[in-house]
């Protein structure tokens, strides 16, 4: 055994039979470790991803399924959409350049208008109606088995390149990364649940707290899918803006904001939006937070055309987030979530009656998906 | 070895609900969602004075997970 000190392997003066052997059998296991130790790791890794795919996979088609079925039961879809809802999935967004940046956010919002305007438009031509609800759902359904089809490849891509160059620091962040991968993705299957049937999602509690200012007021659309109402509290004029519901829109909130302050000619004191935010491992879900700037998560063309439109004129921005999880932003809205809306409306009051005085004009906007939730 | 991949988790079933409101007296009455109901949508008349409710709240509630 040439590894062993050649002292001891010949001349056994300090080793007893069955110590030898331990040190041998530790020996080994050590060389052992350090030739194949890697190789080990890698053949988990590649099991343990290769479930992970398999589920992704289930997860994939489970949603390209229940789309299929609500454009043809609900849509009423004249003609098999199957194949055309392939090729949906696999329809690409090719984002702008960005080298120079300037000009850019509003590149960006022009391709997705572009996108969003096409996928409307085939939706409405899949089905069979114009009902501006199933449209909205039928949308937000293909864009959720959209998002599992291209997370599914791109961990495939990641798979099977791992496997190819055995490259062993690649399967193991993708490993490292599958249980934060499966469970984005599960919320992701789970909010097909809420949408079919119209549920407010936990993204929704800005819109449901804003309703409530807008009930019996005159509603006028001030940007694509987005209404605004005029209100009163306390002596100042509300401008309460949300996406025109129940469809499952998000609106265009940025777009509807300048349109109040620079084609309305509004100069409000203050701008408050109201929107759901990502809690943090150990808060509580229906937490509420308060802050200054613009509340709307997405892509950053919105955020950018209010922060934008506040900084030109000087106003104020103001937030009211509501804690949860991405999970519970994207399925039906929990107890805790909705019950929030009351301290939520509590919590704008007193904001307003603290940031502004009486004849102030202030605009409200609650932010997020409004599926269900009309005004 | 451990696995990454979480498995099957014993998730609570969720019951939806919506909650009309009163919006004279304010009281509130709890009921199964109904497919088509949303926020704001008229509700059923308020049993303690008769005005017209409308749907305040739809939300989700947990039951625990059996087994």
């Given amino acids: 055994m040439s590894f062993l000190p050649s002292s001891v392997a010949l001349q056994g003066l300090t080793a007893t039979e069955s110590e030898f052997i331990y040190i041998v059998f530790f020996a080994g296991l050590f060389v052992f470790q350090f030739a194949f130790g890697t190789r080990i790791q890698v053949y988990f890794a590649l099991n343990d991803i290769g479930r992970g795919l398999g589920k992704l996979k289930v997860m994939k088609e489970k949603s390209r399924k229940e789309a299929i079925d609500y454009l043809v039961n609900v849509g009423k879809a004249p003609n098999d959409p199957s194949q055309r809802v392939d090729q949906f999935l696999d329809y690409v967004t090719i984002m702008p350049v960005g080298i120079d940046p300037n000009g850019l956010v509003n590149k960006i919002d ?68 599958m249980p934060m991968i499966i469970q984005e993705s599960d919320a992701l299957l789970n909010a097909v649940d809420s949408f079919k049937v119209g549920q ?73 939006m109201i929107d759901a935010a990502l809690k943090l491992e150990g808060e509580k879900t229906g937490e509420i937070a308060e802050g200054v700037g613009a509340a709307i998560g997405g892509i950053g063309v919105e955020k950018f055309q209010i922060e934008d439109v506040a900084t030109k004129n000087k106003v104020p921005l103001y ?9 519970e932003a994207i399925t039906v809205m929990r107890k805790e979530i909705a019950e929030a809306s009351d301290k939520v409306v509590q919590t704008l009051q007193r904001v307003i009656e603290e940031k502004t005085k009486e004849g102030d004009d202030v605009i409200v906007a609650g932010i997020g998906n409004t599926l269900g939730v009309a005004q | 070895m451990m696995s990454s991949v979480p498995s099957g988790d014993k998730k609570s079933k969720l019951l939806v609900y919506s909650v009309e409101e009163c919006p004279v007296c304010g009281q509130k009455t709890k009921r199964a969602f109904a497919v088509g109901d949303y926020v704001t949508k008229d509700g059923a008349k308020c049993t303690k004075c008769g005005n017209q409710t409308r749907v305040a709240l739809v939300y989700a509630e947990g039951t625990k997970p059996s087994g």
């Fill in chain 1, 200 to 272: 407010p999602v936990g993204d929704g509690i800005g819109p449901v707290s804003v309703s409530r200012l807008m009930i019996g007021k005159e509603k006028r659309v001030i940007a694509k899918d987005t209404v605004m109402a005029i209100s009163e509290y306390k002596g100042r004029k509300l401008y309460v803006v949300k996406a025109d519901g129940p469809m499952a829109y998000v609106g265009q909130p940025g777009i509807a904001i300048r349109n109040v302050i620079e084609e309305m000619g509004v100069k409000p004191s203050a701008i408050i």
């Fill in chain 1, 110 to 177: 022009h391709v997705v208008t572009t996108n969003n305007d096409r996928v409307r438009a085939e939706v409405t031509a899949l089905i069979g109606q114009n009902n501006p609800v199933t449209v909205s759902i039928s949308e937000n359904l293909l864009e959720v088995a959209t998002a599992l089809n291209m997370i599914h490849k791109i961990v495939r891509h990641y798979y099977i390149l791992g496997k190819k160059t055995n490259s062993y620091f690649t399967l193991i962040q993708l490993q490292m990364l």
């Fill in chain 1, 319 to 327: 937030a009211i987030l509501v804690k949860q999880s991405i999970l």
